[in-house]
């Protein structure tokens, strides 16, 4: 069964990245020649040039048609699978990994590897998220059936820094990050609401400044319905 995504206007990508060289490069240009110098004439710094090359990449990878080959597969072995390639990262910091996985989940249909690139994302961003605390950082990933049975429930819990209620708002928007200018894209939460939404699925947050973030996938035991979108 495949799906595939329809990519986004390229119109979007330009306007926002122009709207980032205007707010970056004038930083850079000295005061006398900032109303007389065009930013096609501005030569970048290497760390421009490579953050442009990151924002490319992203682009292409989040607007290209994607297709989804939708099998069965155990979710809790796709969250495994994914965490082993993130554990040695995120142990290496100090930061506690704890599983509470249900052992009567349904087999699910869904696409492996598009899954998984989800779990890696939100456990990446939850490393981030904790990364600052002096001690006892954790993140918590649970699986669970809904009492009706009719959804698979995926938490990925972190005690970090957390978010306002603005930031909430924008969480899931293109190119929003709350992270360090030079540390993301913006296409990592972004991308996994695509993911989810392919599956039939929701994604949420619920978060708290100083009181840490939980991300809450909510996955429909059934046959997702294949459909070009």
């Keep these: 069964m495949v799906l595939a995504l329809q990519a986004i206007p390229a119109a979007?990508?330009?306007?926002?990245y122009v709207a980032d060289a205007d707010a970056v490069l004038p930083h850079y240009i000295p005061d006398q020649?900032?109303?007389?110098?065009?930013?096609?004439?501005?030569?970048?710094?290497?760390?421009?040039?490579?953050?442009?090359?990151?924002?490319?990449?992203?682009?292409?990878?989040?607007?290209?048609?994607?297709?989804?080959?939708?099998?069965?597969?155990?979710?809790?072995?796709?969250?495994?699978?994914?965490l082993d390639l993130v554990v040695y990262q995120l142990q290496s910091k100090g930061i506690r990994l704890v599983r509470h996985f249900a052992d009567d989940l349904p087999r699910f249909v869904g696409s492996l590897?598009?899954?998984k690139s989800v779990w890696i994302n939100l456990l990446v961003n939850a490393g981030d998220a904790v990364k600052?605390?002096?001690?006892?950082?954790?993140?918590?990933?649970?699986?669970?059936?809904?009492?009706?049975?009719e959804q698979i429930q995926v938490l990925v819990q972190d005690n970090g820094v957390g978010m306002s209620e603005a930031q909430q708002a924008h969480i899931f928007e293109p190119f929003y990050t709350t992270k360090d200018p030079g540390k993301g894209t913006g296409l990592g939460l972004a991308t996994c609401f695509r993911i989810i939404e392919q599956h039939?699925?929701?994604?949420d947050v619920i978060s708290q400044p100083g009181?840490?973030?939980?991300?809450?996938?909510?996955?429909?035991?059934?046959?997702?319905?294949?459909?070009?979108?």
């Design 200 to 203: 039939g699925g929701e994604i």
């Design 12 to 16: 979007l990508y330009h306007d926002r």
């Design 113 to 115: 590897e598009h899954l």
């Design 132 to 149: 600052d605390r002096p001690e006892n950082s954790e993140i918590v990933i649970t699986t669970r059936l809904s009492p009706n049975g």
């Design 33 to 82: 020649q900032r109303a007389h110098t065009p930013l096609s004439h501005v030569f970048l710094p290497g760390i421009f040039r490579v953050r442009a090359a990151k924002v490319t990449t992203g682009l292409l990878n989040f607007a290209r048609q994607e297709r989804y080959e939708f099998v069965e597969l155990d979710l809790n072995q796709s969250i495994l699978q994914a």
């Design 211 to 229: 009181e840490g973030t939980t991300f809450i996938i909510l996955l429909p035991t059934k046959e997702p319905r294949s459909e070009n979108i």
